[in-house]
């Protein structure tokens, strides 16, 4: 693509102009604005680039290794990999509200984020993966969310208490150019196509109180789940797809034994920008499928249901 080719070379101009030589920290998600951010920078600035990850307990099932080697290993940027799942899985423990659960993650998230942003000498800018459309509009969701898409991982606020100034280099495009910038740069297209993922991780997808064990169960089901989209080859037709884990156990039976085991929730939607959606219409001889592998691949679950709202009048996620 000549158009976003010309465009990268420009970019890379500017941040060299507005950074000189001074140092700039990142907070890396894995999510495809934050990745191509991070990209860009590294290609612009190379080692005068840091990049935080923050584990918070909250990922899908080997998310943070494939996020931190891709970047690490592959594309040799420096990244700090913060393991904090004890500090947010420990505040979290016997919360089940969802607004405090959120904000409980959003405000630790801050606090690491700071935490290990201080031990780099020198930093003087914070790089963000914000859009257009954020700069044109603050978006805010139904369902009332404290911390929205962009509150999370863009740790608002933080830049003036740290005295630190802003990067964005993505101001200018829309997501399908953010994509195929991110092309230019290298990222490989399955990364540049993931569903999105919110900040608070797994918090809003284990409705009521979050444990290790649900935690754990979560990601193996989700995990078989995506597995079979992408088989299926359905993965690119759905805006995002996860899947939620109940609080509550029902009784099953399994061979010659009777179950008392989570249930479960698939979710799947449609969607332009998250706004609205609508749910995927899977096929019964899929959902059956799906529904088969993952009471047997996952202990834990017995139960499976597939949940047909659309949004209005229900959010996305499930909290
Ligand atoms: P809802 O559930 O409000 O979600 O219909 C709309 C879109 O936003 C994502 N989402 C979030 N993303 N931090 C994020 O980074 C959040 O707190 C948050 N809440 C919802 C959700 O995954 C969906 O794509």
């Known amino acids: 693509d000549w158009t976003m080719d010309a465009y990268k070379d420009i970019a890379i101009e500017k941040i060299r102009e507005q950074v000189g030589d001074s140092h700039v920290i990142?907070?890396?998600?894995?999510?495809?604005?934050?990745?191509?951010?991070?990209?860009?920078?590294?290609?612009?600035?190379?080692?005068?680039l840091t990049c935080v990850f923050v584990d918070h307990g909250l990922l899908r099932k080997n998310e943070a290794?494939?996020?931190?080697?891709?970047f690490r290993d592959n594309m040799n940027l420096k990244v700090i990999y913060a393991q904090e799942q004890d500090l947010f899985l420990g505040q979290l423990e016997g919360q089940s509200d969802p607004e405090t659960k959120r904000k409980i993650i959003g405000g630790l998230f801050i606090d690491v984020f700071q935490k290990y942003a201080n031990e780099i000498e020198g930093a003087k800018f914070l790089a963000q993966g914000t859009?257009?459309?954020?700069?044109i509009e603050s978006v805010s969701f139904s369902g009332g969310p404290s911390v929205t898409i962009k509150s999370h991982h863009n740790v608002g606020g933080l830049p003036e208490k740290m005295g630190l100034k802003l990067v964005e280099p993505l101001r200018e495009l829309f997501k399908d150019e953010v994509r195929a910038l991110g092309h230019e740069?290298?990222?490989?297209?399955?990364?540049?196509?993931?569903?999105?993922?919110p900040g608070p991780g797994l918090a809003i997808r284990c409705p009521g109180e979050i444990t290790r064990e649900k935690l754990d169960i979560l990601r193996e089901a989700d995990?078989?789940?995506?597995?079979?989209?992408?088989?299926?080859g359905l993965y690119d037709e759905i805006w995002q797809a996860f899947v939620a884990i109940l609080p509550v156990r029902t009784v099953g039976v399994m061979g010659d034994g009777r179950t008392y085991d989570f249930a479960c929730a698939l979710r799947a939607v449609t969607s332009v920008d998250g706004m609205t959606a609508d749910y995927y219409p899977f096929s019964h001889d899929f959902l059956g499928?799906?529904?088969?592998?993952?009471i047997n691949e996952v202990a834990g679950i017995n139960r499976v249901t597939y949940d047909i709202t659309s949004k209005p009048p229900g959010t996305i996620e499930w909290e």
Do not use: W
């Not at 995990?223 to 299926?232: C, F, L, M, N």
């Not at 499928?289 to 993952?294: L, P, V």
């Open 26 to 48: 990142c907070a890396l998600s894995g999510g495809v604005d934050s990745s191509v951010t991070a990209a860009l920078l590294h290609e612009a600035i190379g080692d005068q």
């Open 65 to 70: 290794d494939d996020v931190v080697s891709m």
């Open 131 to 135: 859009l257009y459309p954020d700069v």
């Open 185 to 197: 740069l290298g990222l490989p297209a399955s990364f540049i196509g993931r569903h999105p993922f």
């Open 223 to 232: 995990a078989v789940y995506i597995d079979q989209i992408r088989k299926h």
């Open 289 to 294: 499928e799906t529904a088969t592998r993952i």
